[in-house]
């Protein structure tokens, strides 16, 4: 076997570093984030385009487009958790990297499979 292949898994199959990973940004499943939207308890930051977030979105969402995410746009309520949310879960990422990279405090919640896990798991959608 080439020693690039062997290389190769043995890098595939080491564990992954978490020490450069911020804990502060945290994924939450859609029935979590369903039950904190009810009761309340949840800022709701779109990052998808315009067109996207006119086609459906979650009641109350807050648009800031990853293609032009505004770290001072992002709402600051301690009394809430604040959710990011994309279209399939991989734009809210790199939203929450930029506002951690902003000083931003808190802890930022990412919906797994973004807006199409939330729709599957009968989240409320508004038109």
């Keep these: 076997m080439p020693l690039c292949t062997l290389f190769r898994r043995f890098l595939s199959s080491a564990p992954a570093d978490q020490s450069g990973a911020d804990e502060r940004i945290r994924q939450v499943d859609p029935a979590t984030a369903i039950g904190w939207l009810a009761e309340g308890k949840l800022v709701v930051v779109d990052v998808r385009e315009p067109q996207e ?44 990297e930029r506002l951690m990279a902003a000083d931003f405090q808190g802890t930022v919640h990412r919906l797994q499979g973004g807006m199409t896990a939330w729709i599957g798991a009968g989240g409320p959608v508004e038109r």
């Design 53 to 96: 977030h006119r086609a459906g979105r979650i009641p109350g969402a807050i648009l800031n487009p990853l293609s032009s995410f505004d770290p001072a746009a992002v709402p600051r309520d301690p009394d809430r958790r604040l959710l990011f949310h994309c279209q399939s879960g991989r734009r809210c990422g790199p939203a929450a």
